[in-house]
């Protein structure tokens, strides 16, 4: 079943750890997004993808990194963690193309991370 | 500047009444319109969208949603809530910026069904 899949679902880390948030979707869409939401918060697009190689900064200032090695699999790391990155990370995929304008994001479950 | 507004942070209704939880937005050109429901510790679901054509558009879960240009407003509706519909409820538009299109969301209305 085409889907689009987040691990782990829930992280608790200490200060300086690294940390990797995986993304991965079976739906062959192009372009890819990491948003970061607190607890039943407003969403705030802090990376996206067009495509393979393709990776650029959102709207909101992150210290996280992402790279986009296959289609597929886009996930975000941080270096060194803080408390300041406890949150909520949703990961979210759409086809590019014609009509890309119209085209729904799917999201995954979510990562939930703490850090102590 | 673009932006999508939901002036409720929060709708309470009770179960077998009629719903209508608001959303305006401000985006230049013919923005595409969405509403996505979020429960608890899961990612956004697609509701339904607005692209073209018919004002009210007919969505998951007996939603619908009913886009009017002049007000610049896509209000998400149901006849009948259910309390299983308790929610986070997110407008977005998708527009057409430096030859890319880019989803604006708003601030989201949590939706609370009474039995």
């Known amino acids: 079943e085409a889907d689009i899949y987040q691990t782990p679902r829930y992280l608790v880390i200490g200060t300086g750890k690294k940390i990797t948030l995986e993304c991965s979707q079976t739906?062959?869409?192009?372009?890819m997004y990491w948003y970061q939401q607190d607890p039943g918060m407003e969403l705030h697009l802090i990376h996206y993808s067009y495509g393979v190689n393709s990776t650029e900064k959102g709207d909101l200032s992150s210290e996280s990194t992402v790279s986009r090695i296959r289609t597929e699999h886009f996930p975000l790391t941080l270096e060194s963690a803080r408390p300041s990155h406890t949150s909520q990370y949703l990961c979210?995929?759409?086809?590019?193309?014609?009509?890309?304008?119209?085209?729904?994001?799917?999201f995954g479950a979510g990562s939930r991370l703490t850090v102590l | 500047a673009q932006s999508v507004a939901q002036p409720e942070d929060q709708v309470n209704v009770a179960e077998g009444n009629p719903l209508t939880v608001k959303c305006t937005y401000s985006?230049?050109?013919?923005?595409?319109l969405f509403w996505y429901v979020q429960y608890p510790n899961r990612g956004l679901q697609f509701l339904l969208k607005y692209i073209t054509g018919d004002n009210l558009v007919k969505g998951s879960y007996g939603f619908e949603a009913e886009f009017n240009k002049s007000q610049t407003s896509f209000h998400l509706k149901k006849p009948s809530a259910l309390v299983s519909d308790s929610a986070l409820y997110f407008c977005a538009v998708s527009h057409l910026t430096s030859g890319t299109y880019k989803y604006i969301f708003g601030t989201g209305t949590r939706l609370k069904v009474l039995a």
């Open positions: 739906m062959g869409h192009d372009k």
């Open positions: 979210a995929s759409s086809a590019l193309g014609q009509g890309a304008g119209a085209n729904v994001l799917t």
């Open positions: 985006v230049s050109g013919n923005p595409y």
